[in-house]
């Protein structure tokens, strides 16, 4: 296996709210290898965003991150990234570390074009000498992205162009550094089937052609499987298996993934919203004690609402936090 390229260790984000604080995320601990698709699957607010937008110290007021480290690990340092100052993790942000986020229309500023979008990601990390510049180079990132027609719609605003063209502009100034790791939070949730599709197809595409790291979020077990190499499974902010995905389809181990599978025998089918485990998703402002899955689990003994499971390695390469396995 390759090298760890970043590690996250007990990451811990509250949000301090007037109802109370949202333990959003809690010891929240992977690995990701250089060159793989690591996915992070979960239902809609379990953590997936929060987690990742604190490896590089996104969390925004009220929310603060409470403990843990993140080390990233390019050739020959260690750094952790939250311990670095502003003007070091803004560097590491966009040059070696790029995010895509589900809406691209608010990662694009409606007020410029999109050339002059790309063209100022590649002048703020020093790639052009002036935004005027890096045009042409955008221009031909846009190609690589495949926006039809980049030497006219380079000068598009972001209204101009559809959710599809929007998001591959995005891809476009996320790649325009050339990041070691590339942080797709939901990249096609808000795009429609044939669009997502081509975007998926498109961040293959790069992975292949710039051998970037992915950390791809989603809610759609059919996207896992479709992806990635190894995936996080998170519930109530914790998360409770990690293992190859070929591993996690065919041996669940941890009751809360089984029923996420069973919900799915369909992998194309999404799940936002679990029907056949019984239940609802617990407040994590008083999340349940002990394991935060036994009040839906099937499975539970008298510890799991005592004792917090560790994630354990059940099998080569296989974590998985409950104590009933
Ligand atoms: N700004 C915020 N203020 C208060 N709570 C927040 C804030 N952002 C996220 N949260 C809470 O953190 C939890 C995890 O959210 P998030 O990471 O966005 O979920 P996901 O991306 O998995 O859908 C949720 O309970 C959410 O309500
Ligand atoms: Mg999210």
């Known amino acids: 296996m390759s090298k760890k390229i970043l590690e996250v260790k007990n990451l811990t984000v509250h949000f301090y709210t007037y109802a109370g604080i ?57 750094l952790n990234l939250l311990e670095l100052p502003d003007e070091e993790i803004r560097t590491i942000r966009g040059n070696d570390i790029a995010y895509i986020f589900q809406d691209p229309q608010s990662s694009l500023d409606p007020l410029y074009n999109v050339g002059y979008q790309v063209s100022e990601s ?25 926006l039809p027609d980049p030497e006219r719609r380079v000068s598009n605003y972001p209204h ?29 949730t808000a795009l429609d089937v044939t669009v997502q599709a081509q975007i ?29 190499d190894r995936v996080a499974v998170m519930y109530a902010g914790k998360i409770v298996e990690v293992a190859e995905v070929t591993e996690v389809f065919k041996n669940p181990v ?14 194309l089918k999404k799940i936002e919203r679990l ?18 899955f036994h009040p839906r689990c099937p499975e539970i003994s008298k510890v799991c609402k005592e004792k917090i499971p560790e994630l354990r390695e059940v099998k080569k390469n296989h974590f998985v936090a409950c104590h009933n396995r």
């Open 122 to 146: 590649l002048f703020v990390h020093g790639r052009v000498k002036s935004i005027k510049d890096g045009i042409k180079k955008a221009v031909n990132i846009l190609r690589t992205v495949l």
């Open 275 to 292: 029907e056949t485990i019984p239940g609802t998703v617990p407040s994590l402002i008083n999340p349940p004690s002990g394991c935060r």
């Open 200 to 228: 998926l197809w498109l961040i293959k595409e790069m992975k292949k052609r710039y051998g970037v790291t992915v950390i791809l979020i989603t809610h759609d077990m059919g996207v896992v499987a479709d992806m990635a």
């Open 22 to 78: 949202v333990k959003a995320i809690e010891e929240v601990s992977f690995d990701v290898f250089e060159g793989e698709t690591f996915a992070l699957v979960g239902e809609t607010g379990c953590g997936k965003s929060v987690t990742a937008r604190a490896i590089t110290q996104l969390i925004e007021s009220p929310g603060r991150i409470v403990r843990g480290e993140v080390y990233y690990n390019p050739d020959g340092e260690r």
């Open 254 to 267: 941890h009751p809360y993934t089984q029923g996420l599978l069973k919900a799915v025998p369909n992998p």
């Open 160 to 188: 101009e162009l559809s959710g599809g063209m929007k998001q591959r502009v995005t891809i476009g100034i996320g790649i325009s550094n050339d990041p070691r790791i590339l942080i797709a939070d939901e990249p096609t």
